[in-house]
């Protein structure tokens, strides 16, 4: 069983940057595959980083690609997404969740556990 909680969310203007945190319980943390995604309202839950257990592998969507960061520090049982450039069409509620698998999975039934989420808000 691992539980998550996510902080670090926030309103902030277009172009501005924030970190966003994911703490997460349990001691098998740093075998789980983490992922983030987020969700805009009246939009589906979409996919936007994930890092493989050992923090070598990562992937990013399209659209945050060059602009956002996704990290962990197993020792602090921490994921991070650091996200720079914002633009308004970032707003959405944050979720990280966990997937047992070493495999680097986009879709959100992929994963077995979720935080509560966190909301960002971009302003123009």
């Known amino acids: 069983q691992v539980q998550l909680v996510e902080s670090g969310g926030g309103l902030v203007q277009a172009g501005d940057s924030l970190r966003l945190s994911c703490a997460a319980s349990g001691r098998t943390f740093s075998s789980y595959t983490m992922g983030w995604f987020r969700q805009a309202p009246g939009k589906e839950r979409e996919f936007v980083a994930v890092i493989r257990w050992g923090g070598g592998s990562t992937y990013y969507a399209d659209s945050v690609q060059g602009r956002f960061t996704i990290s962990r520090d197993n020792a602090k049982n921490t994921v991070y997404l650091q996200m720079n450039s914002l633009k308004p069409e970032d707003t959405a509620v944050y979720y990280c969740?966990?997937?047992?698998?070493?495999?680097?999975?986009?879709?959100?039934?992929?994963?077995?556990?979720w935080g509560q989420g966190t909301q960002v808000t971009v302003s123009s």
């Open positions: 969740a966990a997937d047992r698998t070493a495999a680097l999975r986009t879709t959100p039934r992929a994963y077995d556990y």
